[in-house]
């Protein structure tokens, strides 16, 4: 082909992909983010490598991701260093295909912290948690009880963060193993915060901050979690596919309305 040919064969062919909707420059073979790397000799924990390994012998100590993350959280005084902790956590799959650790997002002195799930597409892309439609939805849903993200006054302030920092792949639930290694970090956020009460956004917050799922009964009513006062709601993005719902979502805002002012909730 001659070189002008081939050059608007080349832009025709970029062109065709823009349409279809490729939006980002790749490598020619595909990279699987997920893939493990092959599998260098692994150490069980707590055993010793054998001393007449020689020096130049790969060993790898297969390292716990729990405790891994409980090393790495209990060393942090800081929300900024908790941030970079999470930045630095390399023990989670996860963090491979995310674009963004989505640490958190509000004003850190509200006495109320939200705990989502995990990253969503926009979230994902713009480092924030809640910032997609069922974020939208949360904002409006607090507003109506005079409550926003930022506010400056910690009475009507929100802190909102998620149990997992990145996106899993194509929004699936989050795996048990994922949960318990971000557990750690969860808690510790908690502990830097210091809110006076938890609100536990939908069944996988429910189920890694209380141990039980089951949203549909476990909403109207304060539990405890984390050594605090806890309230499970509906997540937003379920309201958004079952707007009925949002009767019970008004009740419970007003049972946590009642709880700051001073009530039972
Ligand atoms: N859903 C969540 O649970 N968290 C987000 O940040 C976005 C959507």
Same mark, same amino acid.
């Given at each position: 082909?001659?070189?002008?040919?081939?050059?608007?064969?080349?832009?025709?062919?970029?062109?065709? =992909?823009?349409?279809?909707?490729?939006?980002?420059?790749?490598?020619?073979?595909?990279? %699987?983010? *997920?893939?493990?790397?092959? #599998?260098?000799? /692994?150490?069980?924990?707590?055993?010793?490598?054998?001393? $007449? #390994?020689?020096?130049?012998?790969?060993?790898?100590?297969?390292?716990?991701?729990?405790?891994? !993350?409980?090393?790495?959280?209990?060393?942090?005084?800081?929300?900024?260093?908790?941030?970079?902790?999470?930045?630095? *956590?390399?023990?989670?799959?996860?963090? &491979? @295909?995310?674009?963004?650790?989505?640490?958190?997002?509000?004003?850190?002195? !509200?006495?109320?912290?939200?705990?989502?799930?995990?990253?969503? &597409?926009?979230?994902?892309?713009?480092? =924030?948690?809640?910032?997609? &439609? $069922?974020?939208?939805?949360?904002?409006?849903? +607090?507003? #109506?009880?005079?409550?926003?993200?930022?506010?400056?006054?910690?009475? #009507?302030?929100?802190?909102?963060?998620?149990?997992?920092?990145?996106?899993?792949?194509? %929004?699936?639930?989050?795996?048990?193993?994922?949960?318990?290694?971000?557990?750690? +970090?969860?808690? &510790?956020? /908690?502990?830097?915060?210091?809110?006076?009460?938890?609100?536990?956004?939908?069944?996988?917050?429910? =189920? $890694?901050?209380?141990?039980?799922? @089951?949203?549909?009964?476990?909403? @109207?009513?304060?539990?405890?979690?984390?050594?605090?006062?806890?309230?499970?709601?509906?997540?937003?993005?379920?309201?958004?596919?079952?707007?009925?719902?949002?009767?019970?979502?008004?009740?419970?805002?007003?049972?946590?309305?009642?709880?700051?002012? @001073?009530?039972?909730?």
């Amino acid at each position: 082909m001659d070189s002008d040919l081939e050059f608007h064969a080349n832009k025709a062919m970029l062109e065709w =992909q823009v349409e279809l909707g490729a939006d980002e420059a790749i490598s020619e073979t595909p990279v %699987n983010r *997920f893939d493990v790397p092959a #599998a260098l000799p /692994v150490v069980p924990v707590g055993r010793a490598p054998a001393p $007449a #390994a020689a020096p130049d012998d790969a060993v790898q100590v297969a390292l716990d991701p729990v405790v891994e !993350a409980k090393r790495a959280a209990g060393q942090t005084e800081s929300l900024a260093e908790l941030r970079d902790a999470l930045v630095g *956590f390399e023990h989670c799959e996860l963090k &491979r @295909g995310a674009k963004n650790t989505v640490f958190a997002d509000g004003n850190p002195a !509200a006495r109320v912290m939200i705990i989502g799930e995990a990253p969503g &597409r926009d979230e994902d892309i713009r480092g =924030q948690p809640f910032v997609g &439609r $069922a974020g939208q939805l949360l904002d409006r849903m +607090f507003a #109506a009880i005079g409550m926003a993200r930022d506010h400056p006054d910690s009475d #009507a302030a929100l802190y909102i963060t998620n149990i997992l920092p990145w996106r899993p792949p194509q %929004n699936r639930d989050p795996k048990p193993e994922e949960i318990a290694m971000m557990m750690p +970090f969860v808690a &510790r956020h /908690v502990e830097l915060v210091q809110p006076e009460v938890l609100v536990l956004m939908g069944n996988i917050s429910c =189920q $890694a901050v209380l141990g039980r799922r @089951g949203i549909t009964r476990l909403r @109207g009513a304060w539990t405890s979690g984390l050594g605090l006062p806890a309230l499970p709601m509906f997540h937003p993005a379920y309201l958004l596919r079952n707007p009925a719902a949002k009767r019970e979502t008004w009740a419970d805002l007003l049972m946590l309305e009642a709880k700051l002012a @001073g009530g039972a909730g």
